[in-house]
């Protein structure tokens, strides 16, 4: 079975973007055909759980993957020069620096998806 990894690079200044990955991965998880995914905030993509606190459209996305058990990653790094931590600590999502995360995702022959 195959395996996906999807990339959050954007932030709220492209909603759309931001929209497609979400709905994309709750896409991905209820068809119940890949192996594994994995979902990554990274760059201003850590901006996201922050940005959709009030969102009462993306919100419920963003809070079904945070539940589903799907892996989910913010880059500690990105998150602290970006003043970022707090709203990913409430949101609770994990951070770590995820680059090792994303190479071995790669090595594992992982279907990348960038937002």
């Given at each position: 079975m195959a395996k996906l990894a999807i990339v959050l690079l954007s932030d709220m200044k492209d909603p759309v973007k931001v929209e497609m990955a979400l709905r994309f991965t709750a896409v991905a998880l209820k068809q119940n055909r890949l192996e594994d995914?994995?979902?990554?905030?990274?760059?201003?993509?850590?901006?996201?759980?922050?940005?959709?606190?009030?969102?009462?459209?993306?919100?419920?996305?963003?809070?079904?993957?945070?539940?589903?058990?799907?892996?989910?990653?913010?880059?500690?790094?990105?998150?602290?020069?970006?003043?970022?931590?707090?709203?990913?600590?409430?949101?609770?999502?994990?951070?770590?620096?995820?680059?090792?995360?994303l190479v071995t995702v790669v090595e594992q022959g992982y279907q990348m998806m960038t937002f």
């Open positions: 995914i994995r979902f990554f905030f990274f760059g201003p993509g850590v901006r996201v759980p922050g940005q959709l606190k009030d969102d009462a459209t993306l919100k419920p996305v963003l809070d079904e993957l945070l539940v589903s058990g799907v892996t989910t990653l913010a880059c500690i790094y990105n998150a602290r020069g970006l003043g970022e931590e707090d709203n990913l600590r409430e949101a609770e999502v994990q951070m770590q620096a995820i680059g090792a995360d």
